[in-house]
């Protein structure tokens, strides 16, 4: 009976509050709106923080390899700080001092990838070569003009990387690069650009012929990708749209079909790269698979001769580029809810000053200075919580006019457009909100709820 009896007890300190915040609704209104102010213009401003931290750098981290994957570059010299450094002698720099003198190879890229264990994918810096199609399939190009054929040179990886759908055929295998064959993948777009009227699988098979070298290059194709939900590649395939002659593609990395009949380099495995990736199967091996990576590398070609960069390193070097603005916006929003803080004060300060009459009947009654502590708490909680779930709603519409005008920018429509559509309020910013407006409520309604408690009954049975 004892919970129960308590569970009555506060039940009704709670209607004895909301009886009092009837009894003064206006000045209650006038504190719910400060509240719902306050509240809402920092909840909105939260989820614009969150949205561009962790929403857009968690986009940047799906589609960058240097922010999802470990990458591995040349070590870059710094010459300005190693020869002209305060206090350093004068000495001449010679061309050598700058160059990359290591850069990793196929067989550095095979060797980790089957044995450093956690790693999943791996993909090169993707070079780019562009040539105009001379033929296709032993014929001229279809229509006006003559298309060109843009081709990444990568490893079978990329397409799982990348997570591009596959319409027709397969991607080319690790044989292939280790061949250097001349195969290629097609993007649906350029397909129906070259073979008008054919569906994908029927492409497959087929060959491309463009420019490259003296000779030219003849590639077979193996697989049709279909538009890709990389939004990095949506937006670069959007840029091209002004060029509908250009034809995307895929080709191995190790391919140069003008060289010979496989087209490869003598030696495939000694292909060297600017940068290559390794993808870890969990964002939690990362550090296990850099110090793998690094021991590897260290190990073959000698320690700092090559950078291994960790992805959440760089990651965590991008959110801070990006924490100083949001921190602003943060304060800027803070001080708005702090305003409306020390509003509350004042007028919770004010609404106890004019029941001195009322609380000093109420203690010559036989009321408890708690009991009467706890009342005024309990107003001041009602209005916490109602001016909070307002502030809520307010947040929500705030977010809405911001997300309208961030897509109204990008013309209504393209990849940004959709990034920003998922601007939304998120419910641990709701969650924050709420505990905050509640929370700051409380706070500033302490010190009238204990001013009020403390008063003398017969000072206030006096007061006109």
Not at 246 to 252: E, I, R, T
Request: glycine share 10%; hydrophobic share 50%.
């Amino acid at each position: 009976m004892t919970g129960t009896n308590r569970l009555v007890t506060w039940l009704g300190v709670l209607r004895l509050s909301a009886r009092q915040l009837q009894q003064r609704w206006l000045e209650s209104v006038l504190i719910v709106l400060g509240i719902a102010l306050g509240v809402g213009v920092l909840t909105a401003s939260q989820s614009l923080v969150t949205f561009q931290t962790t929403g857009i750098i968690g986009l940047l981290a799906q589609e960058l390899p240097e922010l999802r994957a470990v990458s591995v570059r040349p070590a870059r010299i710094d010459v300005s700080t190693k020869f002209f450094s305060e206090g350093l002698p004068a000495v001449p720099v010679t061309p050598n001092v700058s160059t990359e003198r290591v850069r990793p190879t196929l067989e550095d890229l095979l060797a980790v990838r089957e044995e450093v264990p956690g790693v999943a994918l791996v993909t090169v810096d993707a070079a780019m070569r562009i040539a105009e199609i001379v033929a296709v399939d032993g014929g001229s190009p279809p229509g006006p003009g003559r298309p060109t054929l843009q081709a990444q040179m990568v490893t079978p990886d990329e397409f799982a990387f990348r997570r591009l759908r596959f319409v027709g055929g397969a991607p080319f295998t690790w044989d292939d690069l280790l061949a250097g064959r001349a195969v290629v993948v097609l993007d649906e777009a350029g397909a129906r650009r070259l073979f008008p009227g054919l569906e994908p699988e029927a492409v497959i098979g087929l060959t491309v012929t463009d420019a490259s070298g003296t000779t030219g290059a003849r590639y077979q194709i193996v697989g049709i990708v279909a538009p890709a939900e990389d939004a990095l590649l949506q937006i670069a395939m959007q840029t091209m749209q002004a060029a509908p002659d250009l034809v995307m593609a895929y080709v191995p990395a190790t391919s140069r079909p003008w060289r010979g009949e496989t087209g490869a380099a003598p030696d495939p495995r000694q292909e060297t790269f600017d940068t290559v990736y390794f993808t870890p199967e969990d964002d939690a091996m990362t550090p296990q698979v850099v110090a793998a990576i690094e021991a590897y590398f260290g190990q073959k070609y000698g320690l700092g001769a090559l950078e291994v960069v960790n992805p959440q390193a760089q990651r965590a070097e991008l959110l801070g580029s990006l924490r100083p603005a949001m921190l602003a916006i943060l304060a800027l929003a803070g001080l708005g809810l702090l305003i409306a803080a020390v509003n509350i004060l004042n007028l919770f300060t004010a609404r106890v000053l004019r029941r001195q009459r009322l609380v000093g009947t109420s203690m010559a009654l036989g009321a408890s200075r708690r009991l009467l502590f706890w009342q005024m708490s309990g107003e001041a909680l009602l209005l916490g919580v109602s001016g909070s779930a307002l502030g809520l709603l307010l947040a929500s519409g705030l977010i809405g006019l911001l997300r309208s005008f961030l897509i109204g920018q990008q013309g209504g429509d393209g990849v940004f457009a959709e990034i920003y559509a998922g601007f939304r309020l998120g419910l641990g910013d709701a969650m924050v909100g709420l505990a905050v407006g509640i929370v700051i409520s409380l706070l500033f309604g302490i010190y009238p709820a204990l001013l009020g408690a403390r008063q003398d009954p017969a000072e206030a049975l006096r007061i006109e």
